[in-house]
Nanobody, 122 residues
Framework: QVQLVTSGGGVVQPGGSLRLSCAASGRTFTNFAMAWFRQAPGKEREFVAAITGRGAKSVAHSVKGRFTTSRDNAANTVNLQMNSLKPEDTAVYYC????????????????WGQGTQVTVSS
């Protein structure tokens, strides 16, 4: 089992920044690919970014150049740095984990954090 605890959401003005963190406990963290998804009201859960245990990254086109994910394997944490935020980035953000390789499919992830609200509004 892997337990994930997400933190760092909040309210920010357009153009602002937020940093989300996800702390993992349980099995060997480096064996897991970590990902971020988001879900806005009335919409399906959407892939944002992912990073493998070795540090290979992928990011959704909609956030490329603005969002960056990173991980600290010694601290069992993964982060999502969000810059130049837009109102359309408003959503509940989730941290997720799956064995070894990353994916942009939410259904392929076995473990999920509780989600944190990000609201971008003036």
């Amino acid at each position: 089992q892997v337990q994930l605890v997400t933190s760092g959401g909040g309210v920010v003005q357009p153009g602002g920044s937020l940093r989300l963190s996800c702390a993992a406990s349980g099995r060997t963290f480096t064996n897991f690919a970590m990902a971020w998804f988001r879900q806005a009201p009335g919409k399906e859960r959407e892939f944002v970014a992912a990073i493998t245990g070795r540090g290979a990254k992928s990011v959704a086109h909609s956030v490329k150049g603005r969002f960056t994910t990173s991980r600290d394997n010694a601290a069992n944490t993964v982060n999502l740095q969000m810059n130049s935020l837009k109102p359309e980035d408003t959503a509940v953000y989730y941290c997720a984990a799956r064995w070894y390789s990353s994916s942009n499919s939410a259904s392929s992830y076995n473990y999920w954090g509780q989600g944190t609200q990000v609201t971008v509004s003036s």
